[in-house]
């Protein structure tokens, strides 16, 4: 699949040790994926977290699509990651026993998808 490079973490393999790599789907409105196509997603200072289950992106901005008026989203809400349920548990144990954390390192299209690579350390 042809992948293109949107955004990439810049600290994220200069202040963290990356033990393992996990490729994520992201839930994204509408104007969110016109903005990205433009190139204006910044993943710095974001981190992802677990809540109920679910596996979200916390501090991704995504600047206001110009054009998208009302239907524009916060810029800094939290997103939900699209893994599969054993992914989730496998991350849940890793987090929970051996006090990993999970550090986006880049943010690209596969194809028309938006996908999320996810570091553990």
């Known amino acids: 699949m042809n992948t293109k490079l949107i955004a990439k973490n810049p600290t994220a ?6 033990e393992d790599k996990l490729e994520a789907g ?3 409105s509408g104007t ?3 903005s990205i196509r433009k ?3 910044n993943l710095k200072d974001s981190y992802a977290i677990i809540k109920n289950g679910e596996v979200f992106i ?7 699509y110009e054009q998208g008026n009302i239907f524009n989203k916060d810029p800094m809400r939290d997103r939900k990651l699209l893994l599969n349920k054993k992914e989730i548990n496998k991350l849940i144990g890793l987090t929970k026993q051996k006090g ?5 390192i880049s943010l690209y299209f596969k194809g028309s998808l938006v996908k ?3 570091g553990i350390r």
């Open 13 to 18: 393999y200069h202040n963290y040790t990356i």
């Open 26 to 28: 992201i839930v994204l």
């Open 32 to 34: 969110e994926i016109k």
């Open 39 to 41: 190139g204006k997603a």
């Open 58 to 64: 916390v501090g991704m901005h995504i600047s206001p």
């Open 100 to 104: 990993y954390s999970l550090v986006p």
């Open 116 to 118: 999320v690579e996810l």
